[in-house]
């Protein structure tokens, strides 16, 4: 029986890779957090400002981590980024909030999400009446309709994207088109068919705060979240240096196009003080006032395809994090393998998957990835600095590609990063606090994992 490999194959193109950003981007996000960003910029001006600001950054952090996986196209994103720049322990922590929540913690709060749009077509799919309870100290575990579904999207995509990446690929990339396409067809119709006023893109329903303008971009970023994935996967993209910027520019400014497109829709259908109250999915109550009573059936099924569409490209992602962790000594030695036969970080996949799916069993994902949002950020602005500090360290190294604007551009990131950073622990003390206590929960282990396997 061969032997797994710790080498993963080039197999994957650039408009593969462009398709793992667009899906892994677009997902609940745009369906909940335009609410809360009108409710904290009550300005339909002030509101597209941060959508745009967003957009900006997104691109810039993208060109600049273009740069970085070009010079190092090896799996993992930030972690390679970092490790290169800061150190291991740094290194370490932004693959310790990956997992723990950043990319589990999404997983697990999409696929309950799922649940509830599954409900419409499946009855009691959301039904969380308990079969039964493993009472745990501080987390019970509940065994629930609901949970038995969102545990099982969870395993499908695990399962899938373990069989290769060749499955993967088509599934992502399927997923990622119906998902453009019905999301496209939807801004096209709103603003074809659709009963609005051009006035509400001016309207005012009170003074924005400079301070709320910077809150209401943490929503903004981690809804723009993801666009960093090409990194994550780059050692699996066919010539790096010509093909991961180009995954990175065009799944980027897909994102960009598609998210100021339907922001600019729902302002258009509701006034900003209107959206500002919308409780749940606003693209539900868009299309409800868009295309009448069939509208629920319509979203049900355009969200079911999103949220599926971000499993699949979390699935796809996140286990390169821990897989180039393992590598290094930083996790599970069994994560750092590659399957003898699919070719893929196997047992990386199945980490995720399980710590997911405790995510869901405990309701513990809500929690944790609105107590590490602000780390999204946090980690972004720290890799996109590394690329000054390489550039200073490593002066003749080759760089296929160059980060467009630079330094300016990745500085301005990275200014912007601080800012919404230190506003956050200024404005919200309590779940940025508890979210720098989850980082810092790394720390002994990294020094425990560190103690075992030296740097040689």
């Known amino acids: 029986m061969p032997q797994p490999s710790s080498q993963l194959e080039r197999r994957l193109g650039p ?8 899906a892994n981007v677009i997902g609940g996000g745009i369906l909940f957090t335009p609410p809360q960003v009108a409710a904290a910029v009550p300005n339909a001006v002030w509101f597209l400002s941060a959508w745009v600001a967003g957009g900006a950054l997104a691109l ?20 390679v980024y970092l490790n290169a720049a800061f150190g291991r322990l740094a290194a370490f922590l932004t693959g310790w909030t990956s997992f723990v929540a950043g990319f589990t913690g999404a997983i697990a709060a999409s696929a309950i999400v799922l649940t509830f749009y599954l409900e419409r077509f499946i009855p009691g799919a959301a039904n969380s009446t308990p079969f039964f309870v493993i009472p745990l100290p501080y987390v019970p575990l509940t065994f629930s309709r609901q949970t038995l579904v969102a545990l099982s999207a969870i395993a499908l995509m695990s399962w899938i994207h373990i069989r290769g990446v060749g499955p993967g690929r088509i599934m992502g990339n399927v997923l990622a088109a119906l998902k453009v396409s019905a999301l496209l067809m939807f801004i096209a119709l709103g603003f074809s068919i659709g009963s609005g006023a051009a006035a509400n893109l001016t309207a005012s329903a009170g003074p924005v705060q400079p301070t709320s303008w910077l809150l209401a971009l943490i929503p903004v970023m981690f809804t723009y979240s993801g666009w960093n994935a090409a990194g994550y996967i780059a050692e699996e993209i066919r010539d790096p240096g010509r093909n991961v910027p180009r995954a990175f520019a065009l799944g980027t400014a897909a994102v960009i196009f598609i998210y100021l497109s339907l922001n600019i829709l729902y302002l258009y259908v509701l006034p900003v003080a209107d959206l500002a109250q919308v409780k749940g999915s606003v693209l539900d109550v ?147 606090g508890a979210g720098l206590l989850v980082i810092a929960a790394g720390v002994p282990l990294y020094m425990w994992l560190a103690h075992r396997h030296p740097v040689s």
């Open 286 to 432: 868009v299309a409800d006032r868009l295309l009448g009573a069939r509208a629920g059936d319509i979203m049900g099924v355009v969200s079911i395809i999103s949220l599926a569409a971000s499993i699949s490209a979390m699935t796809f992602a996140g286990p390169r994090v821990y897989y180039a962790m393992a590598r290094d000594g930083l996790f599970v030695n069994v994560a750092g393998r590659v399957h003898p036969r699919y070719k893929t970080p196997a047992a990386a996949i199945v980490a995720q998957a399980v710590w997911a799916g405790l995510l869901v069993l405990s309701g513990s994902a809500d929690a944790l990835t609105n107590y590490t949002g602000f780390a999204i950020v946090l980690f972004a602005g720290i890799a996109v600095s590394a690329l000054f500090v390489l550039r200073l360290r490593e002066p003749s190294a080759a760089r296929p590609f160059s980060a467009i604007g630079y330094p300016a551009a990745p500085a301005i990131f990275v200014v912007a990063c601080l800012m919404i950073v230190v506003n956050g622990i200024y404005s919200r003390p309590g779940p940025t």
């Open 15 to 22: 408009l593969d890779a462009a398709a793992i950003i667009v």
């Open 60 to 79: 810039a952090g993208a060109m600049a981590y273009a740069e970085l996986a070009a010079v190092r196209p090896r799996a993992g994103g930030e972690y």
